[in-house]
Nanobody
Framework: QVQLVESGGGLVQPGGSLRLSCAAS????????MGWYRQAPGKQRELVSL???????NYADSVKGRFTISRDNTEKRVYLQMYSLKPEETAVYYC?????????WGQGTQVTVSS
Protein backbone atom coordinates (compact mmCIF):
# COMPACT_ATOMS: atom_id res chain seq x y z
CA GLN A 1 0.00 0.00 0.00
CA VAL A 2 1.38 3.35 -1.04
CA GLN A 3 1.56 6.04 1.60
CA LEU A 4 2.82 9.60 1.41
CA VAL A 5 2.82 11.41 4.73
CA GLU A 6 3.54 15.14 4.85
CA SER A 7 4.70 17.01 7.91
CA GLY A 8 6.22 20.34 8.85
CA GLY A 9 3.34 22.68 8.16
CA GLY A 10 2.12 25.26 10.61
CA LEU A 11 1.62 28.92 11.31
CA VAL A 12 4.43 31.27 10.32
CA GLN A 13 4.72 35.03 10.10
CA PRO A 14 5.23 36.74 6.74
CA GLY A 15 8.88 36.53 5.82
CA GLY A 16 9.32 33.39 7.86
CA SER A 17 10.51 29.94 6.92
CA LEU A 18 9.25 26.39 7.05
CA ARG A 19 10.58 23.03 5.98
CA LEU A 20 8.08 20.49 4.74
CA SER A 21 8.84 16.78 4.67
CA CYS A 22 7.13 13.91 2.90
CA ALA A 23 7.80 10.32 3.88
CA ALA A 24 7.01 7.68 1.28
CA SER A 25 6.34 3.98 1.66
CA UNK A 26 5.06 1.24 -0.60
CA UNK A 27 6.92 2.49 -3.69
CA UNK A 28 10.41 2.17 -5.11
CA UNK A 29 11.05 5.77 -4.16
CA UNK A 30 14.12 6.35 -6.29
CA UNK A 31 12.16 5.58 -9.46
CA UNK A 32 9.56 8.27 -8.86
CA UNK A 33 9.42 11.94 -9.71
CA MET A 34 8.39 13.78 -6.56
CA GLY A 35 6.48 17.01 -6.41
CA TRP A 36 5.02 19.53 -4.03
CA TYR A 37 1.70 21.11 -4.86
CA ARG A 38 -0.49 23.54 -2.97
CA GLN A 39 -4.15 24.41 -2.93
CA ALA A 40 -5.50 27.59 -1.42
CA PRO A 41 -9.19 27.93 -0.49
CA GLY A 42 -11.28 28.44 -3.60
CA LYS A 43 -8.35 27.90 -5.94
CA GLN A 44 -7.06 25.06 -8.06
CA ARG A 45 -4.20 22.90 -6.94
CA GLU A 46 -0.94 24.15 -8.41
CA LEU A 47 2.54 22.78 -8.82
CA VAL A 48 5.08 24.40 -6.52
CA SER A 49 8.16 22.35 -7.25
CA LEU A 50 9.27 19.07 -8.75
CA UNK A 51 12.35 16.89 -8.44
CA UNK A 52 12.76 14.08 -10.92
CA UNK A 53 14.12 10.62 -10.21
CA UNK A 54 17.42 11.87 -11.61
CA UNK A 55 17.46 14.92 -9.37
CA UNK A 56 16.47 17.57 -11.87
CA UNK A 57 14.47 20.30 -10.21
CA ASN A 58 12.00 22.89 -11.35
CA TYR A 59 9.98 25.54 -9.61
CA ALA A 60 6.94 27.69 -10.14
CA ASP A 61 8.05 31.19 -11.09
CA SER A 62 6.47 32.58 -7.93
CA VAL A 63 8.77 30.58 -5.64
CA LYS A 64 12.06 30.61 -7.56
CA GLY A 65 14.89 31.78 -5.37
CA ARG A 66 12.91 31.26 -2.16
CA PHE A 67 12.03 27.55 -2.13
CA THR A 68 14.33 24.56 -2.45
CA ILE A 69 13.23 20.99 -3.12
CA SER A 70 15.44 18.03 -2.25
CA ARG A 71 15.16 14.31 -1.84
CA ASP A 72 16.82 11.55 0.17
CA ASN A 73 16.40 8.26 -1.64
CA THR A 74 17.84 6.30 1.28
CA GLU A 75 15.30 7.73 3.70
CA LYS A 76 12.54 7.82 1.04
CA ARG A 77 11.81 11.45 1.80
CA VAL A 78 11.32 14.61 -0.17
CA TYR A 79 11.67 18.04 1.38
CA LEU A 80 10.59 21.56 0.57
CA GLN A 81 12.51 24.34 2.26
CA MET A 82 10.54 27.55 2.09
CA TYR A 83 11.92 31.01 2.85
CA SER A 84 10.40 34.49 2.79
CA LEU A 85 6.88 33.15 2.95
CA LYS A 86 4.02 35.39 1.90
CA PRO A 87 0.43 35.51 3.16
CA GLU A 88 -0.84 34.52 -0.27
CA GLU A 89 1.06 31.25 0.06
CA THR A 90 -1.32 30.09 2.73
CA ALA A 91 -2.56 26.74 1.47
CA VAL A 92 -2.62 23.02 1.99
CA TYR A 93 0.63 21.63 0.64
CA TYR A 94 0.52 18.17 -0.92
CA CYS A 95 3.23 15.69 -1.77
CA UNK A 96 2.94 13.76 -5.03
CA UNK A 97 4.78 10.73 -6.39
CA UNK A 98 4.56 10.09 -10.13
CA UNK A 99 5.86 7.38 -12.42
CA UNK A 100 4.28 6.96 -15.84
CA UNK A 101 0.52 6.82 -15.33
CA UNK A 102 0.86 6.13 -11.63
CA UNK A 103 0.29 9.11 -9.35
CA UNK A 104 -0.05 9.12 -5.59
CA TRP A 105 -0.95 11.90 -3.18
CA GLY A 106 -0.49 12.55 0.48
CA GLN A 107 -3.15 13.95 2.74
CA GLY A 108 -1.60 17.41 2.81
CA THR A 109 -0.19 19.69 5.46
CA GLN A 110 -1.56 23.15 6.21
CA VAL A 111 0.73 26.15 5.86
CA THR A 112 -0.64 29.42 7.18
CA VAL A 113 1.31 32.62 6.67
CA SER A 114 -0.11 35.32 8.87
CA SER A 115 0.88 37.90 11.43
Amino acid sequence: QVQLVESGGGLVQPGGSLRLSCAASGIIFSFYDMGWYRQAPGKQRELVSLITSRGTTNYADSVKGRFTISRDNTEKRVYLQMYSLKPEETAVYYCNAALGVASYWGQGTQVTVSS
